[in-house]
């Protein structure tokens, strides 16, 4: 769609943030709806950030996914042997976009992260591993906060106009565990209704959950150890207020309930199978 409104594109730090600027990284969902009030489109990806590294903090190890990062990078990554299931987890999440490889090599991790849409499979996947997300605005200051709580409601982030996602990390004490994902929808290529991925800690045993897809706002639950059969759906239910599951023609919010304490009991089996240490 052309967004005739479009005055100017810019380097991301060009100059001071000004009233009708937009965070321009992809673009795929930015051109993909009318923008009236964008006057300047702010180009991330002259910062050239690297796309995906190890992480260089030796206090915190783990896998580094610039905002920038493409899908079809983020899918073409090979994990060392330590991390056995993160490609598993990275090409079902990929997979989940049900896109043409047009927009597998444009669409950003980053950016179906600050979209925080439900479906987004990118948010399932940096929630699913115990992500941070490293925020920056244009005056150099910076903070990180916890995946789980960068996406407030459907089209809602934490983040201010100003700033913008600059890196998603994925700790190694999570990327060494295993993984489980289950997804449904309505129909065999249609948008994520409920996707739900479990964790299992590699050394201590510890189980966590992520709901995306059937609810406004990703939902975790965590255990100390794998729980017992039917337990999820307590917890589920005591977790997420009837309002929270989502609505819209991809599912009611009653089916998207009973599908995801469905998936859920299967990722319980999966990973009750899983040696414990």
């Given amino acids: 769609m052309d967004l005739f409104t479009v005055q100017d594109v810019i380097a991301a730090d060009a100059d001071a943030w000004r009233e009708g600027d937009r965070w321009l990284g992809g673009g795929t969902h930015l051109f993909a709806q009318p923008q009236p009030q964008v006057r300047r489109l702010r180009d991330l990806t002259t910062l050239a950030w690297p796309p995906l590294r190890v992480s260089p903090d030796p206090g915190e190890p783990g896998l580094d996914v610039a905002a920038t990062c493409t899908v079809a990078e983020l899918s073409r990554y090979a994990p060392p ?25 444009v669409a950003t991790v980053g950016g179906n992260l600050c979209a925080a849409l439900p479906a987004g499979p990118m948010i399932s996947l940096v929630t699913a591993a115990a992500g941070s997300c490293l925020i920056r605005d244009l005056a150099g200051r910076q903070r990180r906060v916890p995946a789980t709580e960068l996406v407030r409601d459907v089209g809602v982030t934490v983040l201010r106009p100003d700033e913008y996602l600059h890196t998603i990390r994925l700790p190694a004490r999570v990327l060494g565990g295993r993984f489980a994902l289950r997804r449904a929808s309505l129909h065999p290529l249609g948008r994520s209704a409920a996707l739900v991925v479990g964790h299992r800690d590699s050394d201590t045993g510890a189980f966590t959950l992520t709901v995306t897809a059937a ?63």
């Fill in 81 to 105: 042997p330590c991390w056995p299931s993160l490609g598993p987890l990275i090409r079902d999440c990929c997979d989940a976009f049900l896109a043409s490889f047009k927009v597998w090599n």
């Fill in 215 to 277: 609810t406004r706002r990703p939902v975790g639950v965590a255990l100390p150890g794998p729980p017992r059969p039917g337990e999820l759906a307590e917890l589920l239910d005591a977790r997420i207020p009837a309002a929270d599951w989502y609505d819209d023609v991809h599912g009611l919010p009653a089916w998207r309930r009973r599908m995801t304490l469905r998936l859920a009991e299967q990722v319980r089996a999966e990973l009750a199978r899983v040696t414990a240490p």
